[in-house]
């Protein structure tokens, strides 16, 4: 099964603005974006249980003309608060990026994988 | 034949540095004005908080003085936005200072505006009165006892005050805090380019060459807007623009990707094309500006305490094999000293340790052996009403961690490998964002008073 890493050409996260974070996913080849896509693994509700973030509060886009995904949550602490750790929001993407993507079983069934 | 702007960024973050043949070479192929946005909330609220900026007096200097003889030479307008990387009074006064050294160094007479941006706190807490101040979200909590407790409050600017400098004849612009896009969007405006082509001209400008394929370094870059788009071309040959970067651009640090809200309004980019022109430019169309109420974005920072820090290396294995025990009873073992020793009770200060770990060999002591096969450090942080008495914790939190006691040893042990004596630095001041708000205004220009000087 492929790491997630394996199937982008970027990963990353940034602060939008000093409340939010927002990550982006560019795909190596439309194949591995709607394999992604399908999956499920980086969804509104997996994002929620990965950080911990209320569902309503995760947005996620999709740019399929670059094959990109964005998804942006509001920040677990605000940039540079007493307990933040990372003021530039760049190492908030880490647990995704090896993130293991299961195969689209959709052509072999017929049957549409659960999200 | 429309109307055609040549925009100019000088780079993305004044003091960052571009290259001074780019920028010469971006004045030859005709511009009508230089840009640059020279702050950022990204580091955090010490800079709006302390009045302090993050760049070098050196480093400012040199990007804004081949920026301003270039501008002065061409004869055209050099505007830079978020002075002094906080926008805020000291942040602008310290900016101006620079710029009349350089002029007075370098002969050059020009009219100058200055545009402020921190607002009285007083004015503030009128507006909350009357219901003009509303949360973002998430928004810090915000009421007229948090607006006097703050250290400083700043509104982010719209591109009017600079047309309003634009207006009034001056040559160098130097404003506070300002929507990024606007330094670059103002002009245009003003000569008839439409908004929603020049709100997304500014978006794609304010990070310099960080719209290119692969950026090696940041630099300039170069766009030219008309009445149906804008077309981006880096200035240094060596970058190229391919629509896939310009777009990945205009995601960069946006929480919504076919949104983006400036003061008057939403900048849609839902419909808008990028084209490949030749093998570094691209011709952005089909962007759209929807108006709404006016309302500029307000920052505040207040006072959080005070922060001594220390940090520590581990690697001794039998520490390692038992560290969330060790921690755990070292914690205990430091609140009760700080209570006897320094009179502080838990909820008066913060105390985090931090720990970083390399599960694989480390060389951190720098003699070329691997003698570890783990190694974990650990930042140790402090925040107390006072210096003295964040100091005075983060001292306990340090001794008391390099003598604690493990079974398997009998005898005074030393834990925590310091790389500096002393191994506690005090590292001053430190501020939380208290706001994230917008305020309704009736009159864009109104909060940001505008001085003008001949020098």
């Not at chain 1, 982008?8 to 190596?28: H, M, Q, V």
């Not at chain 2, 959080?304 to 290396?313: I, W």
């Not at chain 2, 005090?426 to 305020?439: I, L, Q, S």
Request: hydrophobic share 40%.
């Amino acid at each position: 099964m492929p790491e997630l890493w394996q199937l982008t050409r970027l990963i990353r996260s940034k602060n939008a603005g000093p409340f939010e974070l927002t990550f982006d996913l560019i795909f190596k080849d439309r194949k591995s974006f709607d394999q992604v896509k399908t999956s499920g693994i980086v969804s509104a509700g997996a994002i929620s249980r990965l950080y911990r973030v209320p569902i309503d509060q995760v947005r996620v886009f999709e740019l399929p003309a670059i094959l990109a995904l964005k998804v942006s949550i509001p920040r677990p602490a605000f940039s540079g608060d007493i307990n933040d750790t990372d003021v530039y929001g760049g190492q908030f993407h880490s647990r995704l990026v090896r993130l293991l993507v299961p195969e689209d079983r959709r052509e072999q069934t017929g049957v549409p994988t659960p999200a | 034949m429309g109307t055609k702007v040549k925009a100019l960024a000088g780079t993305g973050g004044l003091g960052s540095g571009f290259l001074e043949e780019t920028l010469s070479r971006a004045i030859k192929n005709g511009a009508d004005f230089i840009g640059c946005d020279a702050g950022s909330t990204d580091a955090g609220p010490y800079y709006l908080g302390s009045g302090k900026t993050k760049s070098s007096r050196e480093a400012i200097m040199r990007d804004t003085r081949i920026m301003m003889r270039e501008a002065l030479a061409a004869g055209i307008p050099l505007l830079i936005g978020t002075a002094g990387f906080g926008g805020g009074k000291p942040h602008l006064e310290r900016m101006l200072g620079y710029v009349r050294e350089l002029a007075e160094a370098n002969h050059w007479h020009f009219k100058l505006a200055a545009i402020n941006s921190e607002i009285d706190k007083e004015v503030l807490v009128e507006a909350y009165r009357a219901g003009r101040i509303t949360p973002l979200h998430p928004a810090p909590r915000l009421d007229e006892e948090t607006i006097r407790g703050a250290e400083r409050f700043v509104a982010m600017m719209g591109l009017e005050p600079f047309q309003h400098a634009l207006q009034a004849g001056a040559q160098v612009i130097i404003a506070g805090r300002s929507s990024d896009v606007s330094i670059y969007a103002a002009l245009p405006v003003l000569r008839g380019i439409p908004k929603a082509v020049a709100l997304h001209a500014g978006k794609i400008l304010e990070c310099g060459a960080a719209s290119v394929a692969q950026r090696f370094h940041p630099d300039c870059m170069a766009i030219t807007l008309d009445e149906e788009g804008f077309t981006v071309e880096p200035p240094n040959p060596a970058m190229r623009c391919t629509p896939e970067s310009v777009i990945a651009h205009t995601m960069y640090e946006n929480a919504d990707l076919f949104s983006l809200v400036e003061p008057g309004g939403v900048l849609d980019t839902s419909a808008v094309k990028y084209e490949a022109v030749g093998d570094r430019a691209v011709r952005v169309t089909g962007s759209r500006f929807k108006p709404a109420p006016y309302t500029v974005k307000l920052e505040g920072a207040m006072l959080a305490g005070y922060r001594s820090v220390a940090f520590a290396g581990v690697d001794d294995p039998l520490v390692l094999r038992q560290f969330p025990a060790f921690m755990a009873g070292l914690k205990k073992v430091v609140e009760k000293k700080v209570r006897d020793s320094v009179g502080l009770d838990a909820k008066q200060y913060t105390l985090s340790w931090r720990v970083y770990g390399d599960p694989g060999s480390a060389d951190w002591h720098g003699n070329g052996d691997q003698t570890a096969d783990h190694a974990l450090g650990i930042f140790i942080d402090a925040i107390a009403p006072t210096q003295a008495l964040a100091g005075a914790v983060v001292t306990v939190a340090w001794h008391t961690g390099l003598h604690h006691p493990i079974p398997e040893y009998d005898g005074l042990i030393s834990n925590f490998a310091f790389p500096t004596s002393p191994p506690g630095i005090d590292a001053g001041p430190v501020y939380r964002f208290c706001a994230n708000h917008v305020w309704h205004l009736d009159n864009p220009c109104e909060p940001f008073k505008m001085t003008l000087e001949n020098l």
